[in-house]
């Protein structure tokens, strides 16, 4: 399947994956990248010389292109995006911020730019600054989320920008596929999908978590804070809530969340720690390799568009 995002990165399917902190390592980047799709190293939160040794693996683990997101609230931001430059990456995407400070670097450096954006105003602003594509993010995502849902701001954004549309948020079948590019999109971001394939190095206890997680169990702490996150109900996000609501100061609320990915990523303490996934948790049924994810998400979205 060809869209305009397939020839700008060179990839065989339109489907990403969200460079998710802790999760999306080289090992899950390339695994995906070798599926055909386009697999994302996640910065996170970690130091610069970290992402420099993620690049190098996963050169020599896959020949086709990768990317890198580059999380912007990441106090080596400056450094990061300077090896990126650096290592000649293919792609970047970025999240948590605007990142017109390093885009001309980037472009000179070669560097398909594609911020994630959870509004229309930012959009407009990453085609401005030259981006190449964007990844409009709806609120049903995991992590740190804007207020739009998916089924407005794609649209919205598709309509506001002559640059391809790449959707995010809630997408994690064929089914959310095809509704994507009926809203104008033209490739798809997806990121608890792949928490559970086989090549993500996520600990066992996160990944039954998200297998077994309901319509329900999805809730968004830090919305008082002005940096909400989605992540699975547990007892980490129930003395959370109960804090924010009872007026708990961001130095207490942060010290509950500090190293709480962490904690559920690498240790498997689903229950003190933060078990970030988007509302598409309840729809990921079963652990299986990136390339038997992308080929069922593919053949159900043929059928779908009748092609
Ligand atoms: O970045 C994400 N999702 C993330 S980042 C992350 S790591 C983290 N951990 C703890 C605390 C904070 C972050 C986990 N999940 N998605 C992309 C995204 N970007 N969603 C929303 C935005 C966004 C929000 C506001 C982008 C720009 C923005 O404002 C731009 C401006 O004008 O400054």
């Not at 605007?98 to 990453?126: F, R, T």
């Not at 608890?192 to 997680?213: G, L, P, Q």
């Not at 830090?222 to 992540?231: A, E, K, L, N, Y």
Request: glycine fraction near 10%.
């Amino acid at each position: 399947m060809r869209t305009r995002v397939t020839e700008l990165l060179g990839i065989e399917y339109p489907i990403i994956q969200g460079g998710m902190a802790w999760v999306a390592t080289h090992e899950l980047a390339s695994a995906v990248s070798n599926a055909g799709g386009l697999g994302i190293i996640g910065a996170g939160g970690a130091p610069a010389s970290w992402v420099r040794e993620q690049i190098q693996a996963a050169k020599r683990e896959t020949d086709k292109p990768f990317g890198v997101n580059l999380m912007l609230m990441n106090p080596e931001a400056d450094a990061i995006a300077q090896v990126l430059a650096e290592e000649q990456v293919k792609v970047v995407t970025t999240g948590a911020g605007n990142p017109a400070q390093y885009m001309e670097m980037w472009k000179k450096a070669g560097i398909k730019v594609i911020p994630v954006v959870a509004s229309v105003a930012l959009a407009k602003l990453m085609e401005r600054g030259g981006a190449d594509a964007v990844v409009a993010e709806g609120t049903e995502s995991g992590g740190h989320i804007g207020a739009a849902t998916t089924m407005t701001l794609v649209p919205l954004v598709a309509d506001a920008v002559e640059i391809p549309v790449i959707a995010a948020g809630g997408i994690a079948d064929g089914r959310g596929f095809a509704a994507a590019f009926m809203l104008g999109a033209e490739a798809v971001q997806m990121g608890t999908r792949f928490v559970v394939a086989n090549e993500s190095i996520v600990h066992e206890n996160y990944k039954e978590r998200v297998v077994k997680a309901k319509d329900i169990d999805s809730e968004v702490t830090g919305r008082s804070t002005g940096h909400p996150i989605r992540v699975l109900r547990n007892k980490m996000t129930r003395e959370y809530l109960k804090m924010e609501q009872e007026g708990a100061t961001l130095e207490e609320l942060e010290n509950l969340t500090l190293g709480a990915l962490r904690k559920a990523v690498v240790e498997g303490d689903v229950v003190n720690g933060s078990v970030m996934a988007g509302q598409s948790a309840a729809l990921v049924k079963k652990q299986e390799s990136c390339a038997e994810i992308i080929a069922d998400v593919m053949d159900t979205a043929a059928k779908l568009m009748h092609i």
